[in-house]
């Protein structure tokens, strides 16, 4: 991290929370932050379902909501990244604060609640940014969320499929939030199998066809992990995301770790790389996993991989250590891989899910 990005990341500290994220992708917009293009290399280079990406280290969903900075992300050293949650009408999200430092656990606690511009104007935004010549060419992904208070959440991943899937590269099916009341009942076998099959059918009136992920939740038991695996298989999906934040608040000493919300960062480690590594045992070869939770290092990464992953997204992390992590993993990445005599990432997935089980 540079001197000026240090003395920056103080500043944005020292701002409530919320604050502090507006401010920095208002900086980001600004060209005030580390912009090195995509880190690559042979062994970085990394494809799934069917995504050509310079290296396997992504940006999580939540990071920017409304895809108000993609052609500056794009040019961050990322392999590639999700934007949103999206819904089909605006929504201002629960009620302020909603978000939380917790320095002491190197960690977050939100309940945003799916707070965006809704998928007209993040529509237009994503449109725009297609046609032009100029972003870097990396996977440009959505996160699907369901409003609130609608009458029909499974219909309304559908929707924002629909709407904003020809300007997109990859979906993610987000029923695993735990800041919209009962989204996460979705994960239920029969009603996530209607919602998935909802959602696929939409895909088939797009321009291309679009690589359909689903995003989970770390709370899940063995056996509730073992009927999502054979739903995931049997659906038709692309790839399954491990995992979104956690409802656990165990280890945490933080004068903030009572707050409800989402937890994510260091303290979900350890967890999400388990559920991980059982996602990997039950789906074998059938379907690629992304890991999220709790990476702040190249080392954190390369577990994941490991484990069972074929990428890897972040977000808490860079709270505290700033946006120039995403390309400092991806080279300490190429940095493990050739130490250990992997010629690729692909060849490292797996190789310690036993580790893990």
Known sequence: MTLFEQVGMALLRSLDPEK???FA???LRAGLAPLPGPITSARLKTKIA???????????????????????LARAGFGFIELGAVTPRPQ???PKPRLFRLSEDHAVINR???NNDGMEVIGNRLARCRQSTHRAKIPVGLNLGANKDSEDRAGDFAKVLTHCGNAI????????SPNTERLRDLQGPEALEALLRGVLEARTDLDHKVPVFLKIAPDLEASELAELAEVARKSGI????ATNTTLSREGLKSAHKDEMGGLSGRPLFEKSTRVLAQLSRDLGDDMPLIGVGGIASALDAYTKIRAGASVVQLYSAMVYQGLSLAPRIARGLDDLLKQDGFDTVAEAVGTKRSDWL
């Open 238 to 241: 692309d790839a399954v995301i």
């Open 169 to 176: 590269d990859f979906a993610t099916v987000n029923v695993s």
């Open 25 to 27: 992708l208002s900086a």
């Open 112 to 114: 945003f609640g799916f």
């Open 50 to 72: 069917g995504l050509e990406m310079p290296n396997p280290v992504g940006l999580a969903a939540g990071f920017d909501k409304n895809a108000e900075a993609i052609p500056q």
């Open 92 to 94: 201002p999200g629960n």
């Open 20 to 22: 502090s994220h507006h």
